[in-house]
């Protein structure tokens, strides 16, 4: 049995070149016991875009805080207003090809585990099992005061109910599932409370300034400690909550592979660095492997 790693990373060189070459990364998942880790990257074929990509959302967005959330009726107000938009995107967006070879290479036995950083629940759709969200998921709503969780689908009638002349649609939704909105709009949305205790309303997902749940954390760890290697999937690895997971492989001399198009923050700790659209490699990835 491995031990547990320690965190104190052993020291790390320049990155390898990136490649278009998937061979490595075949040859790495053939053994099987793979960890995959993906990112927003790998929904964009389904329509969602990324952050921080050439067209990322970040450049022209700025997420809802936690903080803001908690702190203001106004800003649960444009929250939920724009959300209430996105979210029509969110739950019609079919997984992508890339999202059904890994639920292929999952029924395989190929791939042991999935931690995605994505809250679209697309890994779930293609028929991936034991998916772990580590930013939660979009289809449920948590109530703030008396924990209770229901789903997404249930609070969009309520919405809808509380805003009957509300009407707007986009083509643009962010990975968060918001969108952009006059401020004519956002200012006569009706925001609703806990149908239990009209308590205060929030997304099931880790808002930008908020701490992945410490029992969830400790989860993902223990999958990377079981695994022979980690698989990287679309992710830029910019925010600690993805790169904790690259570093503690590292650290225990687990293989990590990264397919992504563009650096990557996890870079200096891979063995292979492969800079492809994800869709078309992971299809041919499950294709060699089958």
Known sequence: MRTKPTLSFT????????TRELGPVVELVAGGGVLVLSGAGLSTESGIPDYRGHAGSLRKHTPMTYGEFVGSADARRRYWAR??????????ADPNAGHRAVAELRRGGLVAGVITQNVDGLHQAAGTTSVVELHGGLDRVLCLDCGDVTARAELDRRLAA??????????????????????HLVDRFHV???????????????????????????????????????LVLGSSLTVMSG??????????????????????RGDPHAAHRVDLPLGPALTDLARLLA
Do not use: M, Y
């Not at 020291?11 to 990136?18: F, H, K, M, N």
């Not at 959300?83 to 019609?92: C, E």
């Not at 503690?248 to 992504?260: G, L, Q, Y």
């Open 83 to 92: 959300s209430h938009v996105g979210w029509r995107t969110i739950a019609r």
């Open 162 to 183: 509380a805003n009957p002349d509300f009407a707007h649609t986009t083509a643009e939704v962010n990975p968060d599932g918001d969108v952009a909105l006059p401020q």
């Open 243 to 264: 790169l904790r997971f690259v570093r503690r492989a590292h650290a225990a001399s687990i293989p990590v592979a990264i397919v992504n198009q563009g650096e990557t």
């Open 11 to 18: 020291p790390i060189g320049p990155p390898l070149p990136r």
């Open 192 to 230: 609703v409370d806990c149908s239990g205790c009209h308590g205060t309303l929030k997304p099931d997902v880790v808002f930008f300034g908020e701490n992945v749940p410490r029992p969830r954390v400790e989860l993902c760890n223990a999958l990377v400690d079981r695994a022979r290697a980690v």
